[in-house]
């Protein structure tokens, strides 16, 4: 059974600085590993999707890596902003198709 | 661009009543999802289907039914609903699995009094 968990639950950091959030897996066979966002009250958004074949992706200030053997990501935000503050989830797709992800990251990044 | 469409985005049911949750989606996607998200907590996955006429169980289904008659839709049952049942549901989809991503509605907030 596939299980994913994010550290930290919580996370607070005065507004510029650099930061990772942590998400691992317990089953590595995936298709894929995808990073959501989530404003309170809101859907998801999706920030970056990682193929299991590859190492990183990049999005602006976003980079996500995977080290699919280990069973760990993690989604790097460069000089975080105000704006920045929100839950982040990561999702993982398994080869039966399921869509399984962790329990979140909230993040808030202070003036 | 629909995209993932939820309705209702809201309701209140009392205990005991059965209601569907709708879920269409406008992009010729053959997997949808159903979750729910309870406060201050990820997401649970209810069911799946990768495809019409094939649905599969995930972590928590019990308390509730899907079918997926079209690739356009798949409504969630809540046959006898019960207060652990107040949530926000979330429905997605997406193409594949290799290099696809999932998109998400905007969700249903439900509240079983």
């Known amino acids: 059974k596939q299980e994913v968990t994010q550290i930290p639950a919580a996370l607070s950091v005065p507004e510029g600085e650099n930061l990772v959030l942590n998400c691992s897996f317990t089953?590595?066979?995936?298709?894929?590993l995808q990073w959501f966002r989530q404003d309170p009250g809101k859907g998801l958004t999706s920030l970056l999707l990682?193929?299991?074949?590859?190492r990183e992706q990049t999005s602006g200030r976003l980079n996500a890596s995977l080290d699919k053997s280990s069973g760990r990501s993690t989604l790097y935000i460069a000089a975080s902003q105000p704006g920045d503050s929100a839950t982040y989830l990561c999702?993982?797709?398994?080869?039966?198709?399921?869509?399984?992800f962790g329990q979140g990251t909230t993040l808030q990044v202070k003036p | 661009n629909a995209g993932v469409t939820q309705t209702p985005k809201f309701r209140i049911l009392k205990i005991g009543q059965s209601m569907t949750l709708q879920c269409t989606q406008d992009?010729?996607?053959?997997?949808m999802y159903w979750y729910r998200q309870d406060p201050g907590m990820g997401l649970k996955l209810i069911y799946y289907?990768?495809?019409?006429?094939?649905?599969d169980k995930g972590e928590v289904p019990n308390g509730y039914n899907v079918s997926r008659s079209t690739t356009e839709d798949f409504p969630l049952r809540l046959e006898l609903a019960a207060p652990s049942q107040t949530s926000v549901y979330f429905c997605?989809?997406?193409?594949?699995?290799?290099?696809?991503?999932?998109?998400f509605g905007q969700g249903t907030r439900l509240t079983v009094v």
């Open positions: 289907s990768v495809g019409a006429g094939i649905t």
């Open positions: 997605a989809s997406s193409y594949g699995l290799v290099n696809t991503e999932a998109f």
């Open positions: 992009m010729n996607h053959n997997y």
């Open positions: 990682i193929q299991s074949s590859q």
């Open positions: 089953d590595s066979a995936i298709y894929n």
């Open positions: 999702a993982v797709r398994s080869n039966t198709g399921k869509l399984i």
